[in-house]
């Protein structure tokens, strides 16, 4: 059985209660300390992203499990959603040392390096999701 | 990944607990050599603050919850490090990537240029083209026709680095259509000139200076596109003189024309041609006279046209620590005897 939890985000309050959102199904599911700090580092980027360029969205976080031949592995998703204005050009986003805030490794690239798997969908105009995940090793 | 992780655990919390025990500076000696291992390893900042932590738990099973819990805060704190330092791993392959490819590009520039110097009995030609990083926006081209008239250009393009190589690039292409003109250096730059004004971008403006040496009667003529004036050494009289051709830079306007100059060059005369890396050689002092040059050339004379080039490059590299600001072109032709 999958455990989600959503978190509406439109205040820095928002980002904080998906952070924590985001720690308490970590440790849960047995995560470390750093792979705990490094999934809510990404929550949080991904959740000041939405407060900061969209004013409000929603971080949903949710266990995934996969089946391998080594069994079956399990690990947490992100889905940040918003309605906002879009982003026009991802791949200039997602080009290393493209952030607003000065390319010290931080914004989408950095939170597709912290995750194992990264997905972004964006239409101008009508909103930008973004799924990630990261798997327990 | 996690296997070198825990490999570096088991060190971490070997050399930590032989500091603790002994501490002295072989144990921080130890930690000095262990931090390499950490970068050898690509292990982050954040990781290492765990490797700590978990050591420390080890040693102390009684640690205090809030000094325990302060370590999840500097995990935290270490994150944004984490992700500089994860970044920094990716821009440095990046660039061992671009420099590669400039390599490439910068060996492929090197056809563009002569591969020899026309070997003439009347002429002693010397030629020297460095570029202050890989690729160059200096020009130089020859050309010999049946009657042993001999073409020259030197081109400098205004800029330097890539964007001016890809331009140069053109300037070559240019050059090689049109050889009909070869012996008129006021009509080439002409039609040169209506080349790069319809193909390069509006920022990107070329000096040229074009000669052409009819070596059966040893008459020099010449035009310039606003380059830096040469030089033209009088054997005679043993003096300089600047070699000034006036006229537009290449692309500033359609129908520019050039006037075309003449020198009747006796034995032992020389022309110099050069680009502006040669006369702006800066060095603490400011830049370098033109004196300076016609003086270094002096002292070499005696010597051939190409090591008069060689040698005046190496003074002028050493004048300024061996580090070249621009691109720099010195090309000499004296007339034997
Ligand atoms: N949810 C979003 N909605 C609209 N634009 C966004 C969103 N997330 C990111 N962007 C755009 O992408 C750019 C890069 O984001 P990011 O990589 O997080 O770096 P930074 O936030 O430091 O600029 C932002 O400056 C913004 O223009
Ligand atoms: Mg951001």
Redesign the pocket.
């Known amino acids: 059985m999958s455990v989600q939890s959503n978190v509406e985000v439109h205040s820095e309050w928002g980002i904080v209660s998906a952070r924590q959102a985001g720690r308490n199904l970590a440790k849960e599911l047995g995560f470390g300390g750093v792979d705990q700090a490094r999934f809510t580092t990404a929550i949080s ?1 991904l959740a ?3 407060y ?3 004013e409000q ?1 929603e971080i949903i976080i949710e266990t995934v499990e996969n089946s391998r031949i080594t069994g079956v592995q399990r690990g947490l998703k992100i889905t ?1 959603r ?1 309605r ?4 026009k050009s991802i791949r200039e ?1 997602m080009e290393d040392g ?4 000065g390319g010290l490794g ?5 939170v597709k390096r912290l995750m194992d798997e990264f997905d972004i969908d ?1 239409v101008t105009g009508e ?2 999701e ?1 799924t990630a995940i990261k798997w327990l090793r | 990944m996690a296997d070198s992780y825990s490999f570096m655990q088991e060190q971490y919390t070997k050399i930590l607990k032989t500091y603790l025990e002994e501490k002295n500076e072989i144990g921080l000696y130890q930690a000095q050599q262990f931090s390499k291992k950490v970068l050898e390893n690509q292990i982050s900042p954040e990781e290492v603050v765990s490797l700590h932590i978990e050591a420390l738990e080890h040693f102390f099973p009684d640690l205090p919850q809030g000094a325990r819990d302060s370590f999840d805060f500097l995990i935290e704190i270490m994150m944004g490090y984490g992700m500089a330092y994860r970044e920094h791993q990716i821009l440095r392959d990046k660039q061992k990537e671009l420099e590669s490819e400039i390599n490439v590009a910068a060996s492929m520039q090197q056809t563009f240029l002569p591969d020899e110097i026309p070997e003439m009995d009347t002429l002693d030609v010397g030629v020297i083209s460095v570029p202050a990083s890989k690729m160059s926006g200096d020009y130089y081209h020859f050309v010999k026709d049946d009657n042993d008239c001999i073409g020259v250009a030197i081109a400098d393009i205004i800029g330097k680095g890539v964007p001016a190589a890809l331009c140069m690039s053109m300037i070559k292409y240019a050059m090689d259509s049109l050889p009909e003109q070869r012996l008129q250096p006021g009509a080439l730059l002409e039609n040169l000139n209506r080349v790069v004004e319809q193909n390069v971008a509006s920022n990107m403006f070329i000096t040229m200076m074009y000669g052409s040496y009819d070596s059966r009667v040893h008459h020099f003529y010449y035009s310039g596109a606003g380059h830096e004036p040469g030089f033209y050494y009088n054997k005679a009289e043993d003096s300089f003189e600047e070699l000034y051709a006036k006229g537009l830079v290449l692309g500033l306007n359609r129908d520019t024309q050039f006037r075309e100059y003449h020198k009747k060059v006796e034995p032992g005369d020389f022309i110099v041609l050069l680009s502006d890396g040669v006369t702006e050689c800066r060095t603490d002092d400011g830049f370098i006279e033109r004196e300076e040059i016609t003086r270094l050339i002096r002292q070499y004379s005696d010597l051939s046209a190409q090591e008069i080039v060689d040698n005046v490059f190496y003074q002028l590299e050493k004048l300024q620590g061996f580090r070249l600001r621009d691109d720099f072109s010195l090309i000499i032709l004296r007339r034997k005897v």
């Not at chain 1, 906002?84 to 982003?87: N, Q, R, T, V």
């Not at chain 1, 493209?98 to 805030?101: E, F, W």
């Open positions: 980027e000041r992203n939405i900061l360029y969209a969205g940040a918003d906002g204005p879009g982003i986003v493209y952030t607003t805030s931080a914004g989408l690239p950095g964006s909103g930008t973004i």
